[in-house]
T-cell receptor, first 111, second 117 residues
Framework: QKEVEQNSGPLSVPEGAIASLNCTYS??????FFWYRQYSGKSPELIMF????GDKEDGRFTAQLNKASQYVSLLIRDSQPSDSATYLC???????????FGGGTRLMVKP | NAGVTQTPKFQVLKTGQSMTLQCAQDMNHNSMYWYRQDPGMGLRLIYYSASEGTTDKGEVPNGYNVSRLNKREFSLRLESAAPSQTSVYFC????????????????FGSGTRLTVV
């Protein structure tokens, strides 16, 4: 079992809809959670981080964390074609030294 | 302020050749990392350096060596390239590994696309 799991997709949503991306992790000692966006042929860029249970909003993006259930999600409201990319979930353990990445979910937003 | 700079951006090697991928950051980050990214495999950690003077193996270190030359620079060397090392390589850096929050996420370089024939 991978330490960080994501559905590879593609997840297809119409423009203006809410895209919901999910991630589960196995290490209960994980402390910080990150969402990266990666356009095709480009490097990952950080879009959200969260470390407390609940929701965190930043513009059209909302990260949700549930440590008891060991999942973290990313909601994208009013999805735009420019949001089409692969979204990587990454988890950092307080004891560990690195981020562990999921395989990514490919999102396609159709006009 | 360039962030994380990787060179070269593209490289084709013949099996058995050696090469060094260069990475430099100007953000005064303590920690630096080398990942490879393959289709369907996500990002896998090759080596990392928690601070200047230290290096440690990651998930897939075989066939690679690294050097943390100073706080800014972290290089990755392939001593005898193999077709299995065809991949996209990303260097990344971050602040202190024990923190949390956005400052402790990674900043990535633009990547090196390596093909071994």
């Amino acid at each position: 079992q991978k330490e960080v799991e994501q559905n590879s997709g593609p997840l297809s949503v119409p423009e203006g809809a809410i895209a919901s991306l999910n991630c589960t992790y196995s290490d209960r000692g994980s402390q910080s959670f990150f969402w990266y966006r990666q356009y095709s042929g480009k490097s990952p860029e950080l879009i959200m981080f969260i470390y407390s249970n609940g929701d965190k909003e930043d513009g059209r993006f909302t990260a949700q964390l549930n440590k008891a259930s060991q999942y973290v999600s990313l909601l994208i409201r009013d999805s735009q074609p420019s949001d089409s990319a692969t979204y990587l979930c990454a988890v950092k353990s307080n004891a560990g030294n690195m981020l562990t990445f999921g395989g990514g979910t490919r999102l396609m937003v159709k006009p | 302020n360039a962030g994380v700079t990787q060179t070269p951006k593209f490289q084709v090697l013949k099996t058995g050749q050696s090469m060094t991928l260069q990475c430099a950051q100007d953000m005064n980050h303590n920690s630096m990392y080398w990942y490879r990214q393959d289709p369907g495999m996500g990002l896998r950690l090759i080596y990392y350096s928690a601070s200047e003077g230290t290096t440690d193996k990651g998930e897939v270190p075989n066939g690679y060596n690294v050097s943390r030359l100073n706080k800014r620079e972290f290089s990755l060397r392939l001593e005898s390239a193999a077709p299995s090392q065809t991949s996209v390589y990303f260097c990344a850096s971050s602040y202190s590994i024990r923190g949390r929050g956005a400052n402790y996420g990674y900043t990535f370089g633009s990547g090196t696309r390596l093909t071994v024939v």
